[in-house]
């Protein structure tokens, strides 16, 4: 953490928020995490790379023409595989760019990121980033060094979308393959190939083709400047943990969980957010001390339906509605460190409405 604090004051040092250069053009950040986007192999051909290997003038220096849509200036926030993404950098993102934001000469912020937690990402910044201008996050399948590597037209295309005063009010985005995807509803639904990612309930918002950006529909649920959260000044959020269902799953791992220090809990439960009797009878004891449990799903599209087979006020569960499990975490987190006495009925409309 310190690291990444230090690294990160640095770079607020040595660059000011000066963009000297052509005033017709708007002026966007470029926030760099890592991830394959800026990964490197051995091989163009071979499978094997590390993520996290490029810095962000480099990244930004390999895309013809990308200085033609925006006056770039590129932050490294950090450099890691977004399977090391943590509750911490997410603070610290979500805090740089609200303070950009605020300023008169920043337009818009462009996220690189790995792609496996980018939709965790996206989604905490859609709720705690507090500007209408564009937020989106760019990402890649294929490593800088492999064979037709994406990461360059994605990086491309998101600085196009992030320069659009199309994309203003719309939440934050994530930009891949040329669609544009809103935090609420994007999902990694493919593990490798590059259209890995897709809105399977809601539908891509738009598309950017070549720089050419164009909006079809509007984001679901609420975000930005109408979300209820804040995070200035918050240094670390409650721990929230995510129970995996499976047939036979282990009865004991709520209170494992809770004993490990957990402030709430949501199982990724099998079908529409069902869990084995033994599980709901934990489940029942912890919410009755006051522990919050979620019912989402580990099917990954649709919803889980508020007293389907399991009547949650019988249980003093809460449904997750259209979250996924590790969607659903972040409201919970989010939820429990605005209030710790937070009730099952607002946690459930919070659900519902984000
Ligand atoms: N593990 C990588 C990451 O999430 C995968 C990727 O970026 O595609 O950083």
Redesign the pocket.
């Known amino acids: 953490m310190r690291k990444i604090f230090l690294a990160f004051l640095l770079v607020a040092f040595i660059y000011p928020s000066a963009f000297a250069q052509n005033k017709n053009l708007p002026n966007i950040v470029v926030l760099a995490t890592?991830?394959?986007?800026a990964?490197t192999g051995a091989s163009a051909t071979g499978s094997s790379y590390t993520?996290?290997k490029v810095r962000i003038e480099e990244m930004i220096d390999a895309v013809p023409n990308i200085r033609e849509l925006a006056n770039l200036k590129g932050e490294q926030t950090t450099n890691?595989?977004?399977?090391d993404m943590s509750v911490e950098v997410w603070l610290i993102l979500a805090n740089r760019i609200n303070e950009l934001l605020a300023k008169d000469d920043v337009d818009g912020i462009v996220i690189t990121?790995?792609?496996?937690?980018?939709e965790e990402t996206a989604f905490f910044l859609n709720l705690t980033v507090k500007s209408e201008k564009p937020v989106v996050l760019v990402?890649?399948?294929r490593s800088s060094t492999a064979l037709s590597a994406d990461g360059p037209l994605n990086l491309y295309n998101g600085v196009a979308v992030a320069a659009s005063p199309k994309a203003k009010g719309k939440g934050v985005l994530v930009v891949i393959n040329d669609a544009i995807l809103s935090a609420h509803s994007v999902k990694k639904m493919l593990t490798t190939p590059v259209h890995a990612f897709m809105s399977p309930e809601h539908g891509q918002l738009g598309t950017a083709n070549f720089g050419l950006v164009e909006f079809f529909h509007e984001p679901h649920g609420l975000h930005t400047i109408n979300s209820q959260f804040s995070v200035v000044g918050v240094k670390s959020l409650p721990r929230v943990d995510i129970i995996y269902g499976c047939a036979d799953v282990s009865t004991d791992l709520i209170d494992l969980m809770v004993k490990a220090g957990a402030k709430g809990i949501v199982i990724a439960g099998v079908g529409d957010g069902n869990i084995n009797k033994g599980t709901l009878a934990a489940a029942k004891k912890a919410t009755k001390k006051g522990t919050h449990i979620v019912r989402a799903s580990r099917i990954p599209v649709g919803a889980v339906l508020i007293h389907g087979e399991v009547v949650d006020t019988d249980y003093g569960t809460v449904a997750s509605d259209e979250l996924s499990p590790q969607k659903a975490r972040i409201v919970l987190m989010l939820a429990l460190q605005q209030n710790k006495n937070i009730s099952r009925e607002e946690l459930q409309e919070l659900m519902i409405n984000y």
């Open positions: 890592g991830g394959t986007i990964g993520a996290g890691v595989g977004s399977q990121h790995g792609t496996d937690t980018q990402s890649a399948m």
